[in-house]
């Protein structure tokens, strides 16, 4: 009984490690970028009603801060006109508040606003 109960344990362990590694290289890949950065246009279009164009989003989970280029958002202005908002640059602090229900919460750490 005692040797099943280490094996099942041992096995239990290794599962743990091989799905911890599997999550790191996960996040890390492109494939998760390219999500999060989907995800972050059509969160900010819901949540403003406005078309939102980003050209690129990175995320520094060792920091825990993500990094947003060339944020724009064109409210009701007629296509010559300038965008409603456009941001060079701005970096975010994330605070994991918890990862079962999904919550993160943020700060602004710096942001370029270009004036239009």
């Avoid at 999904?102 to 700060?107: G, I, L, P, Q």
Wanted: proline share 3%; charged share 25%; aromatic share 6%.
């Amino acid at each position: 009984m005692k040797r099943w109960l280490w094996r099942i344990t041992l096995m239990v362990a290794v599962l743990a490690v091989v799905a911890a590694i599997s999550g790191v290289l996960v996040v890390r890949s492109e494939w998760f970028r390219q999500y999060l950065q989907n995800r972050v246009v059509e969160e900010a279009q819901r949540a403003t009603g406005a078309r939102v164009e980003l050209g690129r989003l990175s995320v520094d989970w060792m920091q825990l801060s993500a990094r947003v280029e060339t944020l724009v958002l064109h409210g009701t202005e007629p296509a010559g006109d300038p965008p409603f908002l456009r941001v060079d640059s701005a970096t975010l602090g994330l605070k994991i508040i918890s990862a079962l229900e999904r919550k993160v919460d943020y700060r602004k750490r710096c942001c370029t606003l270009v004036r239009c």
